[in-house]
């Protein structure tokens, strides 16, 4: 179930700007997905740009090697909003068994 969650949610980090792996993996963990390694990471970015859902440009890093850097091509702008829908979709329906669950637990 968390796979298709983490692409929507790698998709929607990537759009609020240029980022690189490990930064990628630093904010997914400030969002709470603190269990998610770069290892887990890397081969969904790398099944996304063979998908043209992101490019990547490889730019010069203050310390150390070259960087990896991820953007949004217009494909992964579309596949983002589709997956809100989804997400949107799928979280009320959610929500409505659990309520249902608790409120019949409550009598």
């Given at each position: 179930?968390?796979?298709?969650?983490?692409?929507?949610?790698?998709?929607?980090?990537?759009?609020?700007?240029?980022?690189?792996?490990?930064?990628?993996?630093?904010?997914?963990?400030?969002y709470g997905f603190e269990f998610m390694?770069?290892?887990?990471?890397?081969?969904?970015?790398?099944?996304?740009?063979?998908?043209?859902?992101?490019?990547?440009?490889?730019k010069k890093s203050t310390a150390g090697?070259?960087?990896?850097?991820?953007?949004?091509?217009?494909?992964?702008?579309?596949?983002?909003?589709?997956?809100?829908?989804?997400?949107?979709?799928?979280?009320l329906s959610v929500n409505r068994i659990?309520?249902?669950?608790?409120?019949?637990?409550?009598?």
């Open positions: 179930m968390l796979k298709g969650i983490l692409d929507g949610c790698l998709l929607a980090v990537i759009q609020e700007g240029e980022v690189y792996g490990y930064e990628l993996a630093e904010k997914l963990e400030s390694s770069e290892g887990t990471i890397y081969p969904l970015l790398m099944r996304m740009q063979k998908e043209k859902l992101v490019t990547t440009t490889s090697p070259r960087r990896k850097y991820y953007s949004l091509t217009e494909k992964g702008e579309e596949e983002l909003e589709a997956f809100k829908k989804r997400w949107a979709q799928l979280s659990i309520k249902k669950g608790s409120d019949q637990g409550e009598k």
